[in-house]
């Protein structure tokens, strides 16, 4: 199995751009995670998905910060207008069932610097 | 509400030594208890879970974890560290009664020297 793809691996953009993240889990897992990771706040979930649909959203920190899962095998996390603060290693993580006592399989990460 | 802490923010040990990482957490009833690593530039992998039944659970590369209910600890240990163990470790807790929401720890960095 490749395991959890994400990409782009490192995004570098301006204040201001939209940014979009991608990210394909496991085949067959119906749990999707997005986590942002930062030195200052550690890592943080913003938001779960099951059977494609948001179950919790609540870490999302703002509009400006979307995410979707049109299909078992794709989601997106969208930030528009990007601000230098969001500068973080974003992680999609999958994991088969909705029991926590599952394994969540993460993403190598996404790199995403706003200047 | 639960939570996770994990005292030591870094750790230094000579090859061949060995480790043990502290992990306290806060929550009413046992929570389920993971370790993951995250090597340098890379995602977060799995160690070792707890979740019911011996306390001393056993993981992948050589790692071992003791829950003590008493002491609400749950903490990582590995008789002798390899070069290759230099990575961040985080301990996370998971409330057995919700959807399996994760709270991490601050995270531990493990310098290994020759």
């Known amino acids: 199995d490749a395991g959890v793809i994400q990409s782009p691996r490192h995004e570098v953009t301006e204040m201001g751009q939209e940014v979009t993240l991608r990210c394909k889990p496991i085949s067959g897992h119906n749990s999707l995670f997005w986590y942002r990771q930062t030195m200052m706040r550690g890592l943080e979930l913003l938001i779960y998905f099951n059977n494609n649909v948001p179950i919790d959203d609540s870490g999302m920190p703002e509009d400006r910060f979307s995410a979707k899962m049109p299909n078992a095998s794709f989601s997106t996390l969208k930030i528009q207008p990007s601000e230098p603060r969001d500068s973080a290693v974003y992680f999609c993580a999958s994991r088969l069932g909705t029991s926590g006592s599952h394994e969540q399989y993460f993403g190598p990460g996404t790199r995403l610097t706003v200047t | 509400a639960q939570s996770v802490t994990q005292p030591d923010i870094h750790i230094t040990v000579s090859e061949g030594a060995s480790l043990e990482l502290r992990c306290n957490y806060s929550y009413g009833a046992t929570p389920y208890l993971f370790w993951y690593v995250q090597s340098p530039g890379q995602g977060l992998q799995l160690l070792l879970k707890?979740?019911?039944?011996?306390?001393l659970v056993q993981g992948i590369k050589g790692f071992e974890a003791e829950f003590k209910r008493s002491q609400s600890s749950f903490n990582l240990r590995k008789p002798s560290v390899h070069w290759s163990d230099a990575a961040e470790y985080f301990c996370?807790?998971?409330?057995?009664?919700?959807?399996?929401?994760?709270?991490f720890g601050a995270g531990t960095q493990v310098v290994v020297t020759p």
């Open positions: 707890y979740f019911s039944g011996d306390t």
């Open positions: 996370a807790v998971g409330a057995p009664d919700s959807w399996g929401k994760l709270q």
